[in-house]
């Protein structure tokens, strides 16, 4: 099906390189026809290769935003609008990080200074972009925000560390924030808690390739990939879900609700 976001306007957090899924959604937005600007932290822009995919997406912009900034995130949509001509229709939110993960701090001595950065950036910023959009009337009636996330809210998975945490936070803000936005001008929002998926982020977490083998023996599917999830989100960003809001859509193979598989036991195997 082709056009499904055709008119459509939107901003895009988070793309990295090609191996993420907010790079992947920016491809597939664009393939369906809608114009959006791309956003990034400034030290992300200078590491990643957003430039590229700005040219791939039809020479789309590029705001840097820190997201922990409430001026920032202002000036972030208020540019949006001025670029796009008007309201926004669309926004992903694909934002987390983790000093603590990163420095190898187990869940039980977390530096806290560290922890509070990773609520700020990957749950708190949630808050911020809605409240922003929300105050500035940013968005149009019926329109869609998605953020990302990962089922570590719901169960341990002990090397996600506090960024179990965060993600529990943004889901709880993804409710609450939905039903206001919803009530006022209709629009929704969801999150989508997408399989373990290769990206730069999710490969630094300690453990990544038993997670994702685990998921992959365990769902009926196997893992969902980054393009299979910028297709879910470009459903959830078209008219087609309209009804849809204050969810927790698991994008995951069926992993969520299989309690056992026999291929469960064959993880590893092959490298002994």
């Known amino acids: 099906m082709n056009n499904l976001l055709k008119g459509k306007k939107g901003i895009i957090f988070g793309a ?9 959604v920016a491809l597939k937005c664009h393939e369906q026809g809608a114009e959006f600007v791309l956003t990034n932290a400034p030290i992300a822009m200078r590491m990643g290769e957003i ?3 700005a040219a791939a997406c039809g020479n789309a912009q590029i705001i840097p935003c820190d997201v922990t900034k ?3 995130m202002e000036n972030l949509i208020d540019k949006s609008m001025e670029i796009l001509g008007g309201k926004l229709d669309f926004i992903l939110h694909s934002v987390g990080m983790s000093m603590n993960i990163r420095k190898g701090n187990v869940y039980t001595n977390l530096d806290y200074k560290f922890m509070h950065d990773t609520l700020d950036i990957s749950a708190m910023s949630f808050h911020r972009l809605l409240a922003t959009c929300y105050k ?4 149009n009636d019926w329109g869609s925000v998605v953020a990302l996330t990962y089922i570590a809210a719901q ?16 889901e709880s803000i993804s409710r609450s924030f939905g039903y206001q936005y919803g009530k006022h001008k209709k629009v929704r929002i969801n999150t989508i808690s997408q399989s373990p998926t290769k990206t ?13 083998d685990y998921a992959e023996a365990l769902s009926p599917l196997g893992n969902a990939n980054a393009e299979q999830c910028a297709e879910y989100c470009v ?3 078209s008219d087609f879900t309209r009804m849809v809001t204050m969810q927790n859509l698991f994008h995951d193979g069926g992993f969520s609700f299989t ?3 026999p291929d469960v036991f064959n993880v590893g195997k092959d490298a002994e």
Do not use: C, H
């Open 70 to 72: 409430n001026d920032e």
């Open 259 to 261: 309690g056992f598989s």
């Open 200 to 212: 730069t982020a999710g490969s630094g977490v300690k453990g990544f390739g038993d997670f994702f």
């Open 155 to 170: 169960r341990i998975f002990p090397d996600y560390s506090e960024m179990a945490d965060a993600k529990s936070l943004l």
């Open 136 to 139: 500035k009337d940013a968005i």
């Open 16 to 24: 990295l390189n090609d191996k993420s899924i907010a790079w992947q």
């Open 51 to 53: 430039n590229n995919l």
């Open 235 to 237: 459903a959830m960003f």
